[in-house]
Nanobody
Framework: QPQLVISGGGLVQPGGSLRLSCAAS????????IGWFRQVPGKEREAISC????????RYIDSVKGRFTISRDNANDIIYLQMNSLKPEDTAIYSC?????????????????WGQGTQVTVSS
């Protein structure tokens, strides 16, 4: 059964850091693109970063470039999102998703399954 399990959210002060983890199991991760998304209640979900597991290429939206870093641990099938210099506007529920087939979604993929989401709150 394909599964993505997210951990690492929480409360952090502005300027602080958090690292989110997305642990994958039950599917051939190296065939996928993993995307990180966030959503504020009442607003549309926003794609923020993606990484190709096969070649490590990645992409970021402008608002997180230079602050967030996506990476992969191929040995353990974990994808990380390191978030530095966090701002109150980064507050959201963060999710990861696996995109296996080409499509019109973020980073050219259709996202087949999703992790459960984790709350990130940036506040003093």
């Amino acid at each position: 059964q394909p599964q993505l399990v997210i951990s690492g959210g929480g409360l952090v002060q502005p300027g602080g850091s958090l690292r989110l983890s997305c642990a994958a199991s039950g599917f051939a991760l190296d065939l996928y693109v993993i995307g990180w998304f966030r959503q504020v209640p009442g607003k549309e979900r926003e794609a923020i970063s993606c990484i190709s597991i096969s070649d490590g290429s990645s992409r970021y939206i402008d608002s997180v470039k230079g602050r967030f870093t996506i990476s992969r641990d191929n040995a353990n099938d974990i994808i990380y999102l390191q978030m530095n210099s966090l701002k109150p506007e980064d507050t959201a529920i963060y999710s990861c998703a696996a995109g296996g087939s080409a499509g019109s979604g973020y980073c050219g993929r259709e996202y087949d399954f999703w992790g459960q989401g984790t709350q990130v709150t940036v506040s003093s």
